[in-house]
T-cell receptor
Framework: DAKTTQPPSMDCAEGRAANLPCNHS???????VYWYRQIHSQGPQYIIH???NNETNEMASLIITEDRKSSTLILPHATLRDTAVYYC???????????FGAGTRLTVKP | NAGVTQTPKFQVLKTGQSMTLQCAQD?????MSWYRQDPGMGLRLIHY???????DQGEVPNGYNVSRSTTEDFPLRLLSAAPSQTSVYFC??????????????FGNGTRLTVT
C-alpha cells in the first residue's frame, strides 16, 4: 500500500479556504486518493475521492497533481464546524482496508 | 436512510464477560467491516465481510467473532472481554468490496470499557 504524509496540524481563519496537503509519492496507477475527516469522537466521515482528475462535491474540492504524487483537499469557506482531524488515504488493499494514519488536525478559528 | 447504525453507544464490561456489538446498514451495501480505534494507533481492521455468508479476518481479529447472515447486519461478538479490548469500535459499509471507487461509510461508534 502507498503511504501518505500529512502535516500534523494546521489553523485556518473562519470563512477562508482551508488547503490541506498530502504527499503520496509511492502511489501506483490504480490507487485512489480518499479523504475522510473525524470530528471529535464521531465516526470518520467520507469527504471526497479521486484517481487522476480534480474532483469537487458539495463539501470540498480535491486537487491531484499530474504525477499523482501529492494532492490537496480544499474546503472553500471553512466554518468552525470544520474543525476536525482530516485523513488522506491511498487505498488498494484487497480486503478494502482503510489504513488511517495520524492525519492533520485542522483548527478553524473565529 | 439512517446509514450505518451502531448499538449500544457505550458499554462497560467486566473481564471475562461476553457481549455483542450491533451494526446495521440500510443502504443495501455488500461490504461491511469492523474497526477499533485506540489512541495513537489509528483505526485497525478487525473483521470484514464482502457479502452475506462471507466473513474474513482483518489485522486484529483475535478475541472477536463475526457473522453475516443478512446483508443488513454485521454483529461483532466479544467472546471473553479483556482490558486490552477497551476501545472505540466503528462499523463501516460500502457498496461493494472494491477498493477503487467505493467509499466507506462509518457508524458513530461504540465506546467499550473493560474493567
Amino acid at each position: 500500500d502507498a503511504k501518505t504524509t500529512q502535516p500534523p496540524s494546521m489553523d485556518c481563519a473562519e470563512g477562508r479556504a482551508a488547503n490541506l496537503p498530502c504527499n503520496h509519492s509511492t502511489i501506483s496507477g490504480n490507487e485512489y486518493v480518499y479523504w475522510y475527516r473525524q470530528i471529535h469522537s464521531q465516526g470518520p466521515q467520507y469527504i471526497i475521492h479521486g484517481l487522476k482528475n480534480n474532483e469537487t462535491n458539495e463539501m470540498a474540492s480535491l486537487i491531484i497533481t499530474e504525477d499523482r504524487k501529492s494532492s490537496t483537499l480544499i474546503l472553500p469557506h471553512a466554518t468552525l464546524r470544520d474543525t476536525a482531524v482530516y485523513y488522506c488515504i491511498v487505498r488498494v488493499a484487497r480486503n478494502n482496508d482503510m489504513r488511517f494514519g495520524a492525519g492533520t488536525r485542522l483548527t478553524v478559528k473565529p | 436512510n439512517a446509514g450505518v447504525t451502531q448499538t449500544p453507544k457505550f458499554q462497560v464490561l467486566k473481564t471475562g464477560q461476553s457481549m455483542t456489538l450491533q451494526c446495521a446498514q440500510d443502504m443495501n451495501h455488500e461490504y461491511m467491516s469492523w474497526y477499533r480505534q485506540d489512541p495513537g494507533m489509528g483505526l485497525r481492521l478487525i473483521h470484514y465481510s464482502v457479502g452475506a455468508g462471507i466473513t474474513d479476518q482483518g489485522e486484529v481479529p483475535n478475541g472477536y467473532n463475526v457473522s453475516r447472515s443478512t446483508t443488513e447486519d454485521f454483529p461483532l461478538r466479544l467472546l471473553s472481554a479483556a482490558p486490552s479490548q477497551t476501545s472505540v469500535y466503528f462499523c463501516a459499509s460500502s457498496r461493494d468490496g472494491s477498493p477503487y471507487n467505493s467509499p466507506l461509510h462509518f457508524g458513530n461508534g461504540t465506546r467499550l470499557t473493560v474493567t
